[in-house]
């Protein structure tokens, strides 16, 4: 018995899905839209989900793309008429478990399903907040602390020191930070990441003793509360 979310905007596909998956023994939940989809699966434990690949408000590959940054793992199988070697291999890369073409045999979704369900759960646990030195950023209040000062950050800049403390005194590379961050798969050719990383640097350095925020010159950039 899974508990299984299909995101669908096609109300005759849609219903298709839902009646099959029902007489199987599943409970079935049903959303018409991305954004719907993105809230029902982060606010809800689902076993399984079904994503179309093309959804209004919300692209089912951005749907997925988004929860796998909330370090959301549950299996999610893509359903699209975008049936090409790229296409499947972008909708993997995108985060998803499985890629089955558009139209598809009930049977086929069934099998591949349970072949999901099979998978073992991710043991990975979930970080609510990060620390590095006296600084402090907490995804669920979406707030930032230095000491005793609360420090407040613009969403990109949330995102981008978010990173940076995932990966703290590691280096981050800018090809790693256009990617995770702007979600950029090329160059812009601008200057975007330094006028962040000097805005971000100017409110959880500035006025502190310790800087935590370094420059590796050539190589990228790290957080980390001592100095090399």
């Known amino acids: 018995m899974l508990r299984i979310l299909v995101i669908e905007d096609d109300p005759e ?21 991305g954004q719907t989809g993105l809230q029902m699966a982060v606010d809800s434990s689902y076993d399984i989900l079904i994503v179309d690949r093309m959804l209004p408000k919300l692209d089912g590959l951005l749907l997925i793309q988004e929860l796998r940054r909330e370090n959301n793992h549950t299996p999610a ?21 499985d890629y089955l073409p558009k139209p598809y045999a009930f049977t086929e979704l069934q099998a591949r399903v349970e072949a999901l ?17 006296d600084l402090t950023l907490d995804r669920m209040t979406r707030s930032c602390r230095r000491g005793e000062t609360d420090i407040p950050l613009q969403p990109r800049e949330f995102r981008l020191l978010e990173y940076l403390m995932q990966h703290a ?11 995770n961050v702007w979600e950029y798969h090329f160059d812009p050719q601008t200057n975007v990441i330094d006028v962040h990383i000097s805005r971000l640097r100017g409110k959880i350095d500035k006025g ?5 925020l370094h420059t590796i010159r050539g190589a990228g950039y790290t957080i980390r509360d001592t100095v090399y």
């Open 13 to 33: 596909a849609a219903g298709y899905l839902v009646k099959g998956l029902s007489e199987l023994g599943h409970t079935a939940d049903q959303a018409a839209d």
């Open 77 to 97: 199988l893509i359903l699209s008429a975008l049936g090409q070697v790229d296409d499947r291999v972008k909708g993997l890369q995108a985060g998803g478990d």
């Open 117 to 133: 369900a099979r998978r073992p759960k991710s043991t990975q646990q979930v970080e609510t907040s990060y620390t590095v030195g």
């Open 169 to 179: 005194g590691q280096v981050v590379t800018r090809t790693m930070l256009l990617e």
């Open 208 to 212: 502190f003793d310790t800087p935590l």
